[in-house]
Every structure is written in structure tokens, then in C-alpha cells.
């Protein structure tokens, strides 16, 4: 069973500009959230979707933005980076049987 | 109210020796407590879970100890080994956190290094 992949695994972006993350969650799982990775602060919830609805979101500016689609696969978006962005973007999905994440590799952001 | 502080931030065991990792919470509504382990380059992984309706509760060398009244958690790592060096998190969620419904609160993790 494949698991959670994100693409693309490095990305080197300049302030000011946007960036797209791809998530494709494992097979059946309907539930997506999205951390960010710091060194500073730790692994901090973005938000969270389930059949395509946001149902959950955490404390981030509005430049940071989510969707889901009907395959489940989800993307996240970062409009005018800024050099505080830079961080490992981490894609987790959930199913019913259980209350575990699996997380996948990440997409590390690196804003210049 | 929803931190969960970890403590140590590093940690350096001998091999064969016994790694602990401990995490305190504020939020009585918390009831699943996961500890999840990351390799460099790699996402988190869950290692072990525990809800508040036991006080322990081992998978192989791994073991969470949990203290409801003091509202401390804690990993122990039995015969630990250089395989094992690693970060850990421990995490927090309530009881609505079936299927991702919502979020983990995550402690700011632990670098363990095992010495062979």
C-alpha cells in the first residue's frame, strides 16, 4: 500500500512570490491535515479537510490557504512568501479504523 | 491550555540502556496521548498511543507510562539501541480526534542519540 506522497520534496522560492504543495493521501483515506515543521516552533497544525471541507484550522494568516478534492488528494498554498515560511510543509492523512496520522516526507520550503 | 511541554531536549543513553522521555499537559479535555518518531528527512511516524483509561501500556521495547492526576506522560525505551537515535514527539488531541477530525498538539521534541 503506497503511502502518503508530497510533492515536491524541495522547493527554493523568493519573497513575495506563491508556492503550491501537493498532497496525495493513502488509498481511502478521506481525512488530510497540513503541519508545519520548525526548528523554532515545532510541528503546528495548519488545518485539515475531510471530503473536500475544511473542518479545522489553526492559528496562520489567511496567506496560508488549503483545498481538497474529490479524489481526497489536497493541495496547500502560500500567497506573498516571506522568509519566516521557510520550513518543512508535512502532509498527514487519517482513516476510520484508527486514530493515527501517517505522515508523508514533507516539502521542504526554503524562501530567499 | 493547549501546550504540551517535552522535556529533555536531547538525550544521550548508552547502548542497551533505558531512553525516558517525559510530557506534561494543561487540557483536561485531552484523551489520546501518540508518541511519534522522525528520521532525518522523513515524516513523523506513530511509535505508540495511549488514552487516559490506562496507566501503561507496552509495545515491544517501547512503553508509555501515563499519570492522569499529574497530567504527565511519558516514553520509555527499553534496551535501547543505536537504530532507535531519532526525534521524538509526544502529542496531544481530544476524543474527537477519530479520523483526523482534530488537530494534534505536539511537544517540541526530543533528539535521542544511543552510543553504541
Known amino acids: 500500500k503506497a503511502g502518503v506522497t508530497q510533492t515536491p520534496r524541495y522547493l527554493i522560492k523568493t519573497r513575495g512570490q506563491q508556492v503550491t504543495l501537493s498532497c496525495s493521501p493513502i488509498?481511502?483515506?478521506?481525512?488530510v491535515s497540513w503541519y508545519q515543521q520548525t526548528p523554532g516552533q515545532g510541528l503546528q497544525f495548519l488545518f485539515e479537510?475531510?471530503?473536500?471541507?475544511?473542518?479545522n484550522k489553526g492559528n496562520f494568516p489567511g496567506r496560508f490557504s488549503g483545498r481538497q478534492f474529490s479524489n481526497s488528494r489536497s493541495e496547500m498554498n502560500v500567497s506573498t512568501l516571506e522568509l519566516g515560511d521557510s520550513a518543512l510543509y508535512l502532509c498527514?492523512?487519517?482513516?476510520?479504523?484508527?486514530?493515527?496520522?501517517?505522515f508523508g516526507s514533507g516539502t521542504r520550503l526554503t524562501v530567499v | 491550555q493547549q501546550q504540551v511541554k517535552q522535556s529533555p531536549q536531547s538525550l544521550i543513553v548508552q547502548k542497551g540502556g533505558i531512553s525516558i522521555i517525559n510530557c506534561a499537559y494543561e487540557n483536561t479535555a485531552f484523551d489520546y496521548f501518540p508518541w511519534y518518531q522522525q528520521f532525518p528527512g522523513k515524516g513523523p511516524a506513530l511509535l505508540i498511543a495511549i488514552r487516559p483509561d490506562v496507566s501503561e501500556k507496552k509495545e515491544g521495547r517501547f512503553t508509555i507510562s501515563f499519570n492522569k492526576s499529574a497530567k504527565q506522560f511519558s516514553l520509555h525505551i527499553m534496551d535501547s539501541q543505536p537504530g532507535d537515535s531519532a526525534t521524538y514527539f509526544c502529542?496531544?488531541?481530544?476524543?474527537?480526534?477519530?479520523?483526523?477530525?482534530?488537530?494534534?498538539?505536539f511537544g517540541q521534541g526530543t533528539r535521542l542519540t544511543i552510543n553504541p
Open positions: 498527514a492523512s487519517s482513516d476510520r479504523k484508527g486514530y493515527g496520522y501517517t
Open positions: 502529542a496531544a488531541s481530544d476524543g474527537s480526534f477519530f479520523e483526523g477530525a482534530q488537530k494534534l498538539v
Open positions: 488509498s481511502g483515506h478521506r481525512s
Open positions: 479537510y475531510f471530503s473536500e471541507t475544511q473542518r
